[in-house]
């Protein structure tokens, strides 16, 4: 079945900071694949996503490539702030099937320093 | 953007009371919606997906006895948890999917707690 692995968290930079987030997938087919961000106490948030093969997600300063040779879709940001700590989630949603389902990633927790 | 609403935000009942949350997709009509559990510091785990006029697909190990989900219209789904227990306790969160797109744009999310 479908798979989202991101790696392990907490994350802790120190604001201006470079962040990458990993995330690598498993899928049938050609998925979409999404990042979602989830600020304290509240649902998510979509933050980019990609539909196909090459396609740059970007939005608030955050960047994910959909690479379909390496199955990955890392997230970065050149220079974090501190209101970008939260909880990050890579997701796809599966390329069959009306109900088609999201498959989260664990999540990981960033928490950027002034 | 597409607003979805969830009602009650936090709710805390006595154990053998039933609860029920509402998610609203705001500005737009949903066919589909979903909801989630979440329990700390983890994953959104997919408890049923809820399509407007008819039951609900429950994922495997869920009850669906004990979380009754209701999708009358293609703006609110409701979710019950019946006879709730401490071990229900846990965020939920709905999201709900625009036709032919493959966006969901999730709730806010209820803090339900049992005592």
């Known amino acids: 079945g479908d798979s989202v692995t991101q790696m392990e968290g907490p994350v802790t930079l120190s604001e201006e900071a470079f962040l990458t987030i990993n995330c690598t997938y498993t899928?049938?087919?050609?998925?979409?694949l999404f990042w979602y961000v989830q600020y304290p106490g509240e649902g998510l948030q979509l933050l980019l996503k990609?539909?196909?093969?090459?396609d740059k997600g970007s939005n608030k300063g955050f960047e994910a490539t959909y690479r379909k040779e390496t199955t990955s879709f890392h997230l970065e940001k050149g220079s974090v702030q501190v209101s970008d700590s939260a909880v990050y989630f890579c997701?796809?949603?599966?390329?069959?099937?009306?109900?088609?389902?999201?498959?989260f990633g664990k999540g990981i927790t960033l928490s950027v320093r002034p | 953007g597409a607003v979805v609403s969830q009602h009650p935000s936090r709710v805390i009942c006595k154990s053998g009371t039933s609860v029920k949350i509402e998610c609203r997709s705001l500005d737009f009509q949903a066919t589909t919606m979903f909801w989630y559990r979440q329990f700390p510091k983890q994953s959104l785990m997919l408890m049923a997906t809820?399509?407007?006029?008819?039951?609900?697909?429950?994922e495997q190990g869920v009850e669906k006895d004990k979380f009754l989900i209701n999708h009358a219209s293609l703006t609110l789904s409701t979710l019950t948890v019946t006879s709730a227990h401490p071990e229900d306790s846990s965020f939920y969160i709905c999201s709900a999917r625009i036709p032919g797109a493959d966006t969901q744009y999730f709730g806010p999310g209820t803090r339900l707690t049992v005592l």
């Open positions: 809820s399509n407007e006029g008819s039951k609900a697909t429950y």
């Open positions: 990609a539909t196909k093969a090459d």
């Open positions: 899928a049938t087919g050609y998925p979409s």
């Open positions: 997701a796809l949603l599966g390329s069959t099937g009306a109900n088609s389902k999201l498959t």
